[in-house]
């Protein structure tokens, strides 16, 4: 086993290819709880990639910075989550393309 | 060690297909689990042995989780489940491979990158103790009013008042 | 004496000023007397000036302060009195002080008593400004503000819209020679770099002579707006809608001498320049015998002498023409008194008919007006030109330039028009003071002559035109003429020969037998009831043409009015409403369209949003690697 890992660009190339499925995912998707997922697969594509580059830089700070992605990113599910209960409670389903209040 | 990488980065990519194209929302979840799964083992092969388990327990652990319970809450499944027309799914993935397109443009560029990773000891629990709390200790605070705002968001917003008893008991 | 100048004009603004402000508070003959006397003022001074002058003094240049200072030109308000000035300024204030006296008669009943003597006040200081200013621009000054003076004294019975347009008019064919006398002002600007009257004059001889020429040609179209020359005249006729001391003070005596004052005033351009005073000669005198003939078929009795004052002012110009400076003022002098006389005779009539203008219904009043149907005599004498009135001077003294100044045929074209002047002004004396009296019963009750205020005037005016004529004595009776001689050295005379004593007594001889015939003819004529004028409408033949005024009102109506009226409405209706308004109206309709379009982006639709959001990014990126 050696000491070496795939080069960084490799890296890119997976956290591109991860982010833009979640992209994709986002689009293509209309419930609102496999939306808020794909925008975790989204993040985690990220975090992915500055752990890769704190790796390559041996500098801590991205892996710190990973630390706090996840941070926000467990607050953001549970208010996002809260407000989709909140949303089926008034609409009685979790369809996106029925929020269409801010029509002219 | 490698082919490791190329291996479990191919399963990673096959896995979030299947989760932005199941019908079943669950089967979503599922999916999505493993994803978290595939992408810790990366975080392992990079010695980021801290946010291996972390990535674990927080993502895989605790907010899978709390989607499932509220997919569960809310009783979807497949019948349900609300489909976008052939168009407007061709134009979303179209537009992601665009943007696929012009982030690969964009950061594959400099001899910088072309270099291997070698492993290191950065990603230790130790190592990387010291810098959150004497570099980043003001963020690391800040982030506990975060989860306080959150908390306490995410109960106002879900409370439930008398007048949705109604609602929901239908 | 640069006071006299100032109290002069400054006496008049006050009695404006005074009329106009404490008018209503005050009982009317206070401010018939306060005018008047502001008038008596300025007569006063011009006469202390016109004895300094006399004396062999100096013209006196006053400068007010220094009005403009643009570039290389600057402007006084400065004020030259010399011979040419204080001739006109006399003739001016005095007129205008009788002419102030008799109104105080004549308006006696009138709402608007205050502010008739106001812009009888200003008319005098504007006209005052006029004849006293030292450069042409300052003349300018005056000229404007006698025609706004003019405007405000022809519309003065405001409520009837048909005096109302009459002043318009007035007022607007004076704005259209205005823009001759403008570009003759900007001309001398050009040419010389100042107006003033002492530079420019003096610096005359080297100027180029097309330029002076064409100068001239400029001036005389200002002078034939503001005269009353062929083609800007009819608005004098109109004009009469004013209240008869209006039409007495300035369409006879003063603001329509302002031309002829242009004129003489600018004798040093015009002796130089062959083409343009021609053209003054042939203007004056299709003027005189145009008006002259027009004044047969008049039935009213301020039109007939409207007319017949647009004939003299001919006379006059053909004067200017011939290059008899002096001869003008001469006739502009003895005209002033007997117009002013008969304008405010015939005002007298007026009076005393109640308001009744057409002679067609006035006859046989020479019994119960005995003062105005002598004093009116008297002016129909004097510009029949009856020897040894002053009309008679002065017509003959034209006459006689003219024949030996130009040639036979000008001579012969006025000598008739002289005949036919004294035809329509002995009709209309006949028509209204003889005969039977052709009125309604209630008129001939009202019937009385006028109160002092107004007869006094008549009685100073009459006595001027009797004896007018001493100021010019030609070289038959005396050696001295007293204008020429006073003229001499500012107004440059073209030196014509002087007429034979023959010829003298030839003319005298036959305009004495012709003017018997003609009285003697017309009274019969006039006075039996046979012969009485038809109404305009029913005319015939040539009477028809003069009547109708050689029609110049309905072709000025339809080659002048309509095409400026057509302009207009196209302006309006295509090009202001449909194009101007239509470009607003699109661009405000094509924005709201843009909007409207552009409103269905916010459409609420959560998955579009996204997709935009994506394009937006990749757009982005796209765009920052480009640039």
């Given at each position: 086993?050696?000491?070496?890992?795939?080069?960084?660009?490799?890296?890119?190339?997976?956290?591109?290819?991860?982010?833009?499925?979640?992209?994709?995912?986002?689009?293509?998707?209309?419930?609102?709880?496999?939306?808020?997922?794909?925008?975790?697969?989204?993040?985690?594509?990220?975090?992915?990639?500055?752990?890769?580059?704190?790796?390559?830089?041996?500098?801590?700070?991205?892996?710190?910075?990973?630390?706090?992605?996840?941070?926000?990113?467990?607050?953001?599910?549970?208010?996002?989550?809260?407000?989709?209960?909140?949303?089926?409670?008034?609409?009685?389903?979790?369809?996106?393309?029925?929020?269409?209040?801010?029509?002219? | 060690?490698?082919?490791?990488?190329?291996?479990?980065?191919?399963?990673?990519?096959?896995?979030?297909?299947?989760?932005?194209?199941?019908?079943?929302?669950?089967?979503?979840?599922?999916?999505?689990?493993?994803?978290?799964?595939?992408?810790?083992?990366?975080?392992?092969?990079?010695?980021?042995?801290?946010?291996?388990?972390?990535?674990?327990?927080?993502?895989?652990?605790?907010?899978?989780?709390?989607?499932?319970?509220?997919?569960?809450?809310?009783?979807?499944?497949?019948?349900?489940?609300?489909?976008?027309?052939?168009?407007?799914?061709?134009?979303?993935?179209?537009?992601?491979?665009?943007?696929?397109?012009?982030?690969?443009?964009?950061?594959?560029?400099?001899?910088?990158?072309?270099?291997?990773?070698?492993?290191?000891?950065?990603?230790?629990?130790?190592?990387?103790?010291?810098?959150?709390?004497?570099?980043?200790?003001?963020?690391?605070?800040?982030?506990?009013?975060?989860?306080?705002?959150?908390?306490?968001?995410?109960?106002?917003?879900?409370?439930?008042?008398?007048?949705?008893?109604?609602?929901?008991?239908? | 004496?640069?006071?006299?100048?100032?109290?002069?004009?400054?006496?008049?603004?006050?009695?404006?000023?005074?009329?106009?402000?404490?008018?209503?508070?005050?009982?009317?003959?206070?401010?018939?007397?306060?005018?008047?006397?502001?008038?008596?003022?300025?007569?006063?001074?011009?006469?202390?000036?016109?004895?300094?002058?006399?004396?062999?003094?100096?013209?006196?240049?006053?400068?007010?302060?220094?009005?403009?200072?643009?570039?290389?030109?600057?402007?006084?308000?400065?004020?030259?009195?010399?011979?040419?000035?204080?001739?006109?300024?006399?003739?001016?204030?005095?007129?205008?002080?009788?002419?102030?006296?008799?109104?105080?008669?004549?308006?006696?009943?009138?709402?608007?008593?205050?502010?008739?003597?106001?812009?009888?006040?200003?008319?005098?200081?504007?006209?005052?400004?006029?004849?006293?200013?030292?450069?042409?621009?300052?003349?300018?000054?005056?000229?404007?503000?006698?025609?706004?003076?003019?405007?405000?004294?022809?519309?003065?019975?405001?409520?009837?819209?048909?005096?109302?347009?009459?002043?318009?008019?007035?007022?607007?064919?004076?704005?259209?020679?205005?823009?001759?006398?403008?570009?003759?002002?900007?001309?001398?600007?050009?040419?010389?770099?100042?107006?003033?009257?002492?530079?420019?004059?003096?610096?005359?001889?080297?100027?180029?002579?097309?330029?002076?020429?064409?100068?001239?040609?400029?001036?005389?179209?200002?002078?034939?707006?503001?005269?009353?020359?062929?083609?800007?005249?009819?608005?004098?006729?109109?004009?009469?809608?004013?209240?008869?001391?209006?039409?007495?003070?300035?369409?006879?005596?003063?603001?329509?001498?302002?031309?002829?004052?242009?004129?003489?005033?600018?004798?040093?351009?015009?002796?130089?320049?062959?083409?343009?005073?021609?053209?003054?000669?042939?203007?004056?005198?299709?003027?005189?015998?145009?008006?002259?003939?027009?004044?047969?078929?008049?039935?009213?009795?301020?039109?007939?002498?409207?007319?017949?004052?647009?004939?003299?002012?001919?006379?006059?110009?053909?004067?200017?023409?011939?290059?008899?400076?002096?001869?003008?003022?001469?006739?502009?002098?003895?005209?002033?008194?007997?117009?002013?006389?008969?304008?405010?005779?015939?005002?007298?009539?007026?009076?005393?008919?109640?308001?009744?203008?057409?002679?067609?219904?006035?006859?046989?009043?020479?019994?119960?007006?005995?003062?105005?149907?002598?004093?009116?005599?008297?002016?129909?004498?004097?510009?029949?030109?009856?020897?040894?009135?002053?009309?008679?001077?002065?017509?003959?003294?034209?006459?006689?330039?003219?024949?030996?100044?130009?040639?036979?045929?000008?001579?012969?074209?006025?000598?008739?028009?002289?005949?036919?002047?004294?035809?329509?002004?002995?009709?209309?004396?006949?028509?209204?003071?003889?005969?039977?009296?052709?009125?309604?019963?209630?008129?001939?009750?009202h019937l009385h002559e006028s109160p002092s205020s107004m007869t006094v005037p008549l009685i100073i005016l009459a006595v001027l035109s009797c004896s007018g004529g001493i100021l010019g004595l030609s070289s038959l009776f005396s050696h001295h003429h007293f204008i020429n001689d006073f003229f001499v050295k500012t107004l440059l005379n073209k030196p014509i020969e002087e007429p034979s004593h023959f010829f003298e007594w030839l003319v005298l001889g036959v305009s004495v037998v012709l003017l018997a015939i003609i009285i003697l003819v017309t009274r019969k004529f006039y006075t039996s009831n046979s012969n009485i004028p038809v109404a305009a409408e029913d005319e015939t033949g040539i009477g028809k043409v003069l009547s109708k005024k050689y029609y110049f009102d309905e072709i000025y109506q339809a080659f002048v009015q309509k095409p400026i009226e057509w302009i207009s409405e196209f302006t309006y209706s295509i090009i202001d409403r449909k194009i101007i308004d239509g470009i607003v109206n699109t661009t405000g309709n094509g924005i709201s369209f843009c909007g409207n379009y552009l409103r269905k982006i916010q459409s609420g639709n959560i998955e579009y949003y996204l997709l935009a959001m994506v394009i937006g990014v990749v757009s982005f990126l796209v765009i920052y690697q480009l640039v």
């Amino acid at each position: 086993m050696s000491n070496a890992l795939p080069p960084l660009e490799h890296y890119i190339w997976l956290s591109s290819i991860l982010f833009c499925i979640g992209v994709a995912g986002v689009l293509i998707r209309r419930n609102g709880i496999v939306l808020l997922m794909c925008v975790e697969l989204m993040l985690n594509a990220v975090n992915l990639l500055f752990t890769a580059f704190s790796t390559h830089f041996q500098d801590a700070s991205g892996q710190i910075f990973v630390f706090f992605v996840m941070v926000v990113a467990a607050a953001e599910v549970a208010v996002g989550l809260a407000i989709l209960v909140m949303i089926y409670r008034n609409t009685k389903s979790v369809d996106i393309s029925l929020l269409d209040n801010l029509k002219h | 060690m490698e082919y490791l990488f190329y291996i479990l980065s191919g399963f990673t990519i096959l896995s979030a297909i299947l989760m932005i194209s199941a019908r079943n929302p669950v089967h979503s979840v599922l999916y999505l689990i493993v994803t978290f799964f595939l992408i810790s083992g990366q975080y392992l092969m990079m010695n980021a042995q801290f946010l291996f388990i972390v990535n674990l327990i927080v993502y895989a652990g605790a907010i899978m989780v709390l989607f499932l319970f509220v997919l569960m809450l809310l009783n979807l499944n497949r019948e349900t489940e609300p489909q976008k027309s052939m168009k407007a799914k061709l134009a979303g993935v179209i537009s992601a491979g665009l943007l696929l397109i012009t982030l690969l443009g964009a950061l594959i560029q400099g001899q910088t990158y072309r270099g291997s990773l070698h492993i290191t000891d950065v990603g230790l629990v130790k190592n990387l103790g010291m810098a959150l709390f004497t570099k980043f200790v003001v963020p690391f605070e800040v982030s506990s009013i975060l989860f306080l705002s959150a908390m306490v968001g995410a109960i106002l917003v879900g409370m439930r008042k008398k007048e949705d008893k109604e609602v929901v008991s239908e | 004496m640069e006071i006299y100048i100032a109290i002069a004009l400054l006496s008049p603004v006050i009695g404006f000023a005074l009329s106009g402000l404490l008018g209503r508070s005050l009982p009317k003959n206070i401010i018939g007397i306060l005018a008047s006397t502001s008038v008596l003022i300025s007569f006063i001074c011009s006469l202390l000036l016109f004895n300094y002058l006399y004396q062999n003094g100096a013209p006196i240049k006053f400068t007010f302060f220094n009005w403009m200072a643009v570039g290389n030109i600057s402007i006084d308000f400065s004020f030259l009195a010399d011979r040419l000035s204080v001739w006109m300024m006399m003739i001016i204030t005095g007129v205008g002080f009788l002419i102030h006296i008799y109104s105080i008669g004549y308006m006696h009943n009138d709402e608007g008593f205050y502010k008739f003597f106001a812009y009888l006040n200003l008319f005098i200081f504007a006209m005052l400004t006029l004849v006293l200013g030292a450069n042409y621009v300052i003349m300018f000054f005056g000229w404007e503000g006698v025609g706004l003076c003019s405007y405000l004294l022809i519309g003065f019975w405001y409520s009837n819209k048909q005096y109302g347009y009459a002043a318009r008019k007035a007022f607007i064919m004076n704005r259209i020679g205005d823009l001759g006398l403008l570009l003759g002002i900007f001309m001398l600007f050009n040419v010389f770099g100042t107006t003033d009257y002492q530079t420019v004059f003096a610096s005359a001889a080297s100027a180029n002579a097309t330029t002076i020429e064409i100068i001239c040609l400029l001036l005389f179209v200002g002078a034939i707006g503001k005269s009353a020359q062929i083609p800007l005249f009819t608005w004098l006729p109109d004009a009469m809608a004013g209240p008869t001391p209006v039409s007495a003070l300035i369409h006879a005596a003063t603001m329509v001498t302002a031309g002829i004052y242009l004129v003489a005033r600018s004798s040093v351009f015009f002796v130089n320049s062959e083409m343009a005073s021609n053209l003054v000669l042939m203007v004056g005198l299709a003027t005189a015998v145009i008006a002259g003939t027009i004044g047969l078929k008049q039935n009213d009795i301020k039109k007939v002498l409207a007319y017949s004052t647009v004939s003299q002012l001919g006379y006059m110009f053909v004067a200017l023409g011939v290059g008899a400076y002096s001869t003008a003022l001469f006739h502009v002098t003895t005209h002033a008194f007997f117009k002013a006389l008969l304008f405010l005779g015939s005002g007298s009539v007026i009076h005393a008919m109640g308001g009744e203008q057409d002679i067609r219904k006035m006859g046989g009043l020479s019994k119960k007006l005995t003062i105005t149907h002598f004093t009116f005599l008297l002016g129909t004498l004097a510009i029949a030109g009856v020897p040894p009135l002053a009309g008679f001077f002065s017509k003959d003294e034209i006459l006689a330039k003219a024949f030996y100044g130009n040639g036979i045929i000008v001579f012969v074209l006025l000598a008739l028009t002289s005949v036919v002047t004294a035809v329509y002004m002995f009709r209309l004396y006949f028509l209204t003071f003889h005969g039977e009296f052709r009125g309604t019963e209630e008129q001939k009750h009202h019937l009385h002559e006028s109160p002092s205020s107004m007869t006094v005037p008549l009685i100073i005016l009459a006595v001027l035109s009797c004896s007018g004529g001493i100021l010019g004595l030609s070289s038959l009776f005396s050696h001295h003429h007293f204008i020429n001689d006073f003229f001499v050295k500012t107004l440059l005379n073209k030196p014509i020969e002087e007429p034979s004593h023959f010829f003298e007594w030839l003319v005298l001889g036959v305009s004495v037998v012709l003017l018997a015939i003609i009285i003697l003819v017309t009274r019969k004529f006039y006075t039996s009831n046979s012969n009485i004028p038809v109404a305009a409408e029913d005319e015939t033949g040539i009477g028809k043409v003069l009547s109708k005024k050689y029609y110049f009102d309905e072709i000025y109506q339809a080659f002048v009015q309509k095409p400026i009226e057509w302009i207009s409405e196209f302006t309006y209706s295509i090009i202001d409403r449909k194009i101007i308004d239509g470009i607003v109206n699109t661009t405000g309709n094509g924005i709201s369209f843009c909007g409207n379009y552009l409103r269905k982006i916010q459409s609420g639709n959560i998955e579009y949003y996204l997709l935009a959001m994506v394009i937006g990014v990749v757009s982005f990126l796209v765009i920052y690697q480009l640039v």
